[in-house]
Structures are given as C-alpha cells and as structure tokens.
C-alpha cells in the first residue's frame, strides 16, 4: 500500500520505491530505502512528514504514493 494511506503514528516496513529513476534516487537520498522502518509523523497542506532514519522529512503527497509500505 502507498505511504499515503498509512495512518498517523503508524510505523511500517518499506518494501518498495517505485517511480522514474530521478525520483528513486531522490527519494532513497533523503533515507527512503527497502527494508527500512518509515512512521507517518503527520499530514500538513499537501505534504506527509514521516520519521525516516532518526529523521524527520517532508515529502509531497505525489512522492509519498511512490513509497510503498
């Protein structure tokens, strides 16, 4: 399922980054990589900030349907 149907406080497995090359690469630059715990932080205008790597990063609704869980 994609990131954006995961709840608040929700923490999940990602098991795939899907999207173009650039977007895959962008996305596992900011710590977005298979098998790595990601928590859904909170919701805000458009954006989902998530925990990912002792870090907490913002990423667009159209990024976050590319994360899958």
Do not use: D, Y
Not at 5 to 15: C, D, E, R, W
């Amino acid at each position: 399922m994609p990131l954006t149907l995961v709840g608040t406080g929700n923490t999940n497995t990602i098991k795939k980054v899907g999207g173009r090359s650039e977007t895959r690469m962008f996305l596992e630059k900011l710590g977005f990589v298979q098998g790595c715990p990601v928590t859904v932080v909170a919701e805000n205008s458009g954006n989902v900030i998530v925990k990912v790597r002792e870090s907490r990063v913002a990423v667009s609704r159209e990024m976050a349907r590319h994360i899958i869980v």
